[in-house]
């Protein structure tokens, strides 16, 4: 019987310092390693409705594991030694009705 197993992702957390004297907000970005997390490129179906919804390129698409209760909604990831940025609504599934260790699903696009 084969495991599944994830890997690590990095996600940069951002948190309100203060304000320019323009009144715009400054942010920290702190990096938070989240372990166990699927990555798996993000379908041609996919990659189309995120072109027609948002107006971005998927580029892979995240399970994240069961109990994680970071904010994904538009964050800055790294894995595999790029970065990228989460877009669009992470969907979540019901943990007791979901047989594996991920309940939740996030979409990314190449950040530059």
Not at 32 to 56: H, M, R, T
Not at 84 to 100: A, H, M, N, Q, W
Request: hydrophobic share 40%; charged share 30%; proline share 5%.
């Amino acid at each position: 019987m084969a495991l599944i197993k994830g890997i690590t992702v990095t996600l940069y957390e951002k948190q309100k310092t203060g304000e320019d004297a323009f009144g715009a907000p400054i942010y920290k970005e702190t990096a938070v390693e989240v372990p166990n997390v699927l990555v798996s490129p993000a379908g041609s179906q996919e990659i189309q409705d995120a072109i027609n919804l948002y107006g971005k390129k998927a580029i892979y698409t995240m399970a994240i594991p069961k109990g994680d209760n970071h904010d994904w909604k538009e964050k800055r990831v790294s894995f595999f030694g790029e970065d990228f940025r989460t877009f669009g609504i992470p969907l979540v599934g019901i943990e007791c009705d979901i047989p594996l260790d991920w309940n939740k699903k996030v979409t990314v696009e190449r950040f530059e």
